[in-house]
């Protein structure tokens, strides 16, 4: 049982965007997304090939989610016109990770910061303590989205990405929503023997 109040991917409005669930009428929009190969580099997962893989994917991922009691999955979609480009997620409720990714074509806007912002404060209000993200040390880009919110560095760790089966480098970054600027996430250090801090320099500053 949750320490603190999660509700079901209630929906958001932002300036630009809508936060909403995913419906079952989106696989098109998740196998645009999904299945784009540069989008899909950093994602542990292969590409989605077709239409059947998306419906599946959109199915076992979010509409079954929803039946759960509580948890964040969210379709990020354009208030102009109601097209879907990207996802939020918020994993279980000890790491807490924040996940998020854009149709490519709307990559560098700040979109994904501008969703992620409204959620923070949502789930600030309802009391989740503190928020991790992580970032292929290939991929900055997506570190910079975390510091825009706020998020800090804590350390660094090697995981053996699978399905796709290479070794890839993360920097997890935390935010604690509750002032405990203490409290640090210890599951990925203590789960990677591979573990370290870097030096906070370049990209990291």
């Known amino acids: 049982m949750c320490r603190w ?3 079901n991917t209630p929906e958001l409005m932002t300036e630009r965007l809508v936060l909403r669930r995913f419906a079952p009428g989106d696989g098109e929009a998740v196998l645009r997304i999904l299945g784009d190969r540069q989008v ?71 979109l ?16 989740i303590p503190y928020i991790t993200a992580t970032h292929d040390v290939n991929n900055p880009r997506s570190g910079a989205v975390m510091r825009k919110l706020g998020m800090t560095y804590r350390y660094s760790y090697r995981e053996l990405w699978q399905p796709k089966d290479f070794w890839v480098t993360f920097r997890m970054y935390q935010r604690n929503l509750d002032g405990r600027e203490e409290r640090v996430y210890r599951g990925y250090w203590e789960r990677y023997p591979e573990h370290f801090v870097e030096p906070l320099e370049g990209e990291l500053l």
């Open 40 to 110: 899909n580099t950093f994602l542990p997962m292969f590409p989605l090939e077709n239409q059947a893989e998306a419906e599946r994917y959109l199915r076992e991922t979010y509409l079954d989610f929803y039946r759960r009691p509580w948890g964040y999955r969210y379709a990020v979609a354009l208030r102009e016109n109601s097209r879907v480009v990207g996802y939020v997620h918020l994993s279980d409720p000890e790491s807490l990770d924040l996940g998020y990714g854009l149709e490519q074509a709307f990559w560098h806007q700040g």
């Open 112 to 127: 994904a910061a501008e969703a992620c912002r409204a959620l923070m404060g949502r789930w600030q209000n309802a009391g």
């Open 5 to 7: 109040k999660m509700e």
